[in-house]
């Protein structure tokens, strides 16, 4: 076979370098975007689910404060806010709960809407989730005034021997339950006993954006 037979370099060797580092750039570019991260669900970022998710923290910290103060005093002040952040400036009860001359938890719009529906709450914008509808929003969905005066009624009949807070379905509302019932007490032990009631709504309230 003469040497003429095959040019050099073969074909295959002239295209092969060009044809890989394309492959490279292109394998590159790819990794370069995984590296910065995919964009997070629509969901996440959200204006309306931020809003939700921060006012929910707000109400986890006045909670913190709550369970672990060192008076009956201070229990009181952080279950007023936690209240207020619940219920807004239109909402049962919103204002300076404890007497102190101060409003803890002083906001222009509750987690939940107003009795006559204003200022519209956080949480309403996310009423597709049905999760939120039934955990969080609860009977104010479609009627804020009953909503609310569900809840009155029921913060009016409990008792330490007869638990109706479970009665609502709205998980806020038994947080302002509770928060009521710690307003009415001296006792701090209570008061942290009622704070432990209140983090296990705050829970339910909090994983409902993403069940």
Known sequence: MGASALPYPPPFFRWFPAALGAACVLTLSACGSDEKGHDPPASATSIDDRAFRERIEDIQSAVTDWESAESIGEAQAAAETAANLVVGPGGPGY????GDGT???????????GIDGAPVGVAVDLAANPCVTRDV???TVDDPAAGWAEMNAAIDAWRPD???MPTLASHPMRVVGW??????????????????????HVDVSREALDC
Request: aromatic letters at 4%; glycine letters at 14%.
């Open 95 to 98: 204002g300076d709960r404890d």
């Open 103 to 113: 409003i803890g938890g002083d906001v222009d719009v509750g987690l939940l809407s």
């Open 137 to 139: 929003l609860g009977a």
């Open 162 to 164: 007869d638990n109706t």
């Open 179 to 200: 928060s009521t019932f710690t307003l009415a007490s001296d006792d701090l032990d209570e008061a942290h006993e009622y704070a432990g009631h209140a983090q296990l």
